[in-house]
């Protein structure tokens, strides 16, 4: 796409000057750092950490935590849509923000006051970067029946196991982790803060994926990891707990990424039918086009003001699991069709790899699946809503 062709930036109904002076400087890093090398380094498989260098020290790493500790003090409603500015520039690093988001998130709300002034300064705008433990090899969406055990040893813990899906692994700085220091279910799970440079961790060669090749993804190896007490987060058997309560805000965090790749999708789309002409005029007069892109733009506003409308919940305080359920499942099931749509709309074009639409659409799929398939969003959905399964 060419400069004249770009899109205008989505019309935002921010809550403060401060948060749109944020979301110009987002704008301002994407189009300059991060789209223009988007398609050859993902194509290349290269994670770019410098960008994520470059979002710690623009304050960018840590926007819904305590300006205590480093972070922003923003409001999920202005940090989300950063996620969404970010994802539409470069998924891997959307969701990578979102990741790092979710891994910081225990630490921040059930760590102790020393933990976190020891810990989260350097974690929210220190450089670090962060990887998020819960799935294996065998408990994805059953994730109470995970393995990797934790076993106390004086004042410290030992932790052998292998985790599975970790985005980041092999290249965080730190890890929460969930392992199982009791009894079998969900209350014998306690949550650890481990650093990436501890003996015994290791990372596997990262998974040979379908999009988001320049994201790291692999299994994490933990052979007789030994951390002290004091980075044990919580209370022994409160793992599962924290681990559901980061995920309610960590699927806020995909809805919004999915939201930022369907609108990249939908402005290419719409760039290259304005231009592209047969039968002496431009696609975009076509009814059976214009039809698609009406239903495109339609649900991603949809999805934008589903996902804006849990954050406002979350940051109001009050219950949002159900919706951010809701707006995880509408996004990224959005974010599908949409980009489906744009390849069809670009018709051999839109096939091929000089057109960056092919490269959403195979990204977009990712985001059905990661924190929580959107079968699972449906049964936490159904349960809001009818009451739990009978058993």
């Known amino acids: 796409m060419s400069d004249r062709e770009l899109p205008q930036p989505v019309e935002r109904q921010l809550p403060t000057d401060e948060a749109r002076d ?52 923003q409001p999920y409603e202005v940090y989300l849509q950063v996620l969404e500015e970010l994802a539409a520039a470069r998924l891997t690093v959307g969701l990578g923000l979102s990741v790092h988001t979710l891994a910081s998130y225990a630490l921040a709300t059930y760590g102790t006051k020393q933990q976190q002034v020891e810990h989260l300064p350097a974690m929210l705008g220190g450089g670090l970067l962060g990887a998020y433990c819960l799935s294996e090899p065998s408990s994805g969406s059953d994730a109470a029946s995970l393995r990797t055990k934790a076993v106390r040893e004086g004042d410290d813990w030992v932790i052998d196991g292998t985790k599975a899906w970790i985005t980041h692994g092999g290249v965080a700085d730190f890890y929460t982790v969930m392992a199982r220091t009791g009894e079998d279910g969900p209350r014998g799970i306690t949550a650890f803060l481990v650093p990436g440079d501890a003996p015994g961790l290791s990372a596997a060669t ?4 379908m999009g988001m090749k320049g994201s790291p993804t692999a299994q994490v190896h933990f052979d007789g990891v030994r951390v002290g007490d004091e980075r044990r987060i919580g209370e022994e058997g409160q793992g599962f707990t924290i681990a559901l309560a980061a995920l309610d805000s960590g699927r806020l965090g995909i809805a919004a990424c999915a ?21 002496g005029r431009p696609i975009a007069d076509f009814q059976g086009l214009r039809f698609m892109i009406a239903d495109m733009a339609t649900q991603i506003e949809a999805g934008r003001a589903l996902y804006l409308a849990a954050a406002r919940l979350r940051d109001a305080g009050k219950p949002f699991a159900k919706q951010a359920a809701m707006a995880k499942l509408h996004c990224t099931d959005t974010a599908m069709k949409v980009t489906t749509d744009a390849v069809q709309i670009l018709g051999g074009y839109g096939y091929t790899a000089d057109f960056p639409a092919e490269r959403l659409m195979r990204e977009a799929k990712v985001l059905q699946i990661v924190e929580g398939t959107n079968q699972i969003q449906r049964m936490v959905i159904a349960r809001h809503v009818a009451g739990p399964e009978a058993r």
Do not use: H, N, W
């Open 259 to 279: 939201v930022g790749v369907a609108q990249a999708a939908l402005d290419e789309a719409v760039a290259y039918a304005t231009e592209r002409r047969q039968f």
């Open 206 to 209: 990262p998974e040979k994926k």
């Open 22 to 73: 944020l979301l110009a400087l987002v704008r301002e890093i994407a189009r300059r750092e991060i789209a223009p090398k988007a398609a050859e380094e993902e194509d290349a498989g290269r994670f770019p950490r410098e960008v994520f260098t470059l979002l710690s020290e623009s304050g960018l790493l840590g926007l819904p935590y305590d300006a205590e500790y480093g972070g922003g003090d």
